[in-house]
Structure formats: C-alpha cells, structure tokens
C-alpha cells in the first residue's frame, strides 16, 4: 500500500495500463479482463486487475496531467515492480492526414514542461516509446485494419491552451497530435528502465474542429485497448 494506491503486495501485474479516467479504467477491466479485480479506489482512482489470455494485467487509471500520472507510475514501478506501462488514451489531432478515430502511436513526446523538468538541467532530454511495443503495437493496428500514425506528439501541461503561434510551429514542424500525459511517462520509463508505450485514439482535431461523438468514443477506444494488450505480450 502507498499514499495513492491502496493495493496490497502482489495485487498490481508487472504489465499497466493507464487510462486517464478511472471509469474508463473501470469499463476496460470489466470488458477485456477476465476476473477483474478492484484493486485500488483511493481518491477515486480506480485500478483492477485480472488476466488477458492468462496474462496478469492491471488497469489503473493515471488522472489528468503529467503531475498526476507521474504519482501514480513512480508507486507502480517503485513499490509493486510494474514493469510495462502503456497509456491508453485520446488526443487532438494537428495534422490535416490524420483524420477522427485514426490512432496515434506516440514515437517521442515534445513537451514545455514535466513534473521532472528539474533534474535536467540546461539539458532538453528527448523522451520516446520503448521501439518493441511501438513495433507490436503498429503490428496490431494493422491487423485490426485502423488507420494509424507513427511519430512525435506534444505533452501539454495545460488544457485550455492560449498559444496558437506555438501550436503553428507545431503542426508545421509536423507533430502528430497533442494530448497531455506522455513525455512525463516516456522519461520515468527510461530513469526506471521500463517498457512505455502511449497508444491514442483520435477525439478531436485542431485544425477542423471535428469531434468524435460521446456516443461512438466507446467503441473506438474498444480498439485501442484490444491493440494495446496485444502488443504489451507480442511475442
């Protein structure tokens, strides 16, 4: 048990996924898990586990922002031996290719600022995916037959964003999508050695204020977690 986690020694699998939201964490456990357990409910962050095709997997929902996910994947790597972590997420697209419901694979992660911004210095330290769930995860996406994008997305510490000339810079510098978790998760994944992934569904887009209606997100994000188990235990 830990300050934000209430699960006991042996209830957290080595392999995490991290919605944002608790409930979405709630829904995938109960969808794609079989025997979920309750694991933690502290603060209302709800996290489950129980197993895919035999394999131990915890569901646990991270919040939103990287202040937030970065408490919640220290306590898994640092006291229960997490090992994988893969947010499962949505984003906003800023490419006009990338199209509502395409899926984006986060190669590296731009970002302003993290919660371990400090600890580097003068040194803008790159933070990017770990190349074999990357590799598996693409794998899977076309295997599902989704449209889907490989490459640099940005991590924005803020929600309402009020920089439209750094959001010009970004799409002409040709970032895929912007969503506000994982530069924070790539960098404790190289600091603790780990395999990280962010796998993201298009909700939104930018530059044409396309939005994916609340009533089909479900089903889309149905897709991600399927293709996000899958790689987490290809090969």
Request: aromatic share 6%; glycine share 10%.
């Amino acid at each position: 048990m830990t300050i934000h986690i209430g699960a006991e020694p042996g209830q957290i699998a080595e392999t995490v996924l991290m919605p944002g939201d608790p409930y979405r964490a709630k829904w995938a456990a109960e969808t794609f898990l079989d025997d979920p357990k309750l694991v933690n409910e502290v603060r209302g962050m709800l996290g489950f586990t129980g197993t895919w095709k035999g394999h131990p997997v915890t569901i646990q929902g991270s919040g939103m922002g990287m202040p937030s996910l970065s408490i919640y994947a220290n306590e898994l790597t640092r006291d229960y031996g997490a090992k994988t972590l893969i947010r499962i997420g949505s984003c906003g697209a800023m490419q006009p290719d990338i199209k509502v419901r395409d899926l984006v694979l986060a190669m590296t992660a731009t970002t302003l600022s993290t919660p371990s911004r400090g600890i580097f210095g003068d040194l803008n330290f790159a933070p990017c995916a770990d190349w074999g769930l990357l590799q598996a995860a693409a794998a899977e996406a076309r295997n599902h037959n989704v449209a889907t994008h490989v490459g640099g997305i940005y991590s924005s510490d803020v929600f309402y964003d009020e920089r439209p000339d750094l959001n010009e810079q970004m799409v002409r510098h040709g970032v895929l999508a912007v969503e506000m978790e994982a530069a924070e998760l790539y960098i404790l994944a190289a600091r603790h050695k780990l395999r990280a992934l962010a796998v993201l569904t298009v909700s939104d887009h930018l530059l044409t204020g396309d939005a994916l209606p609340s009533e089909e997100r479900e089903k889309s994000f149905g897709q991600m977690v399927e293709i996000a188990l899958a790689a987490a235990f290809a090969g």
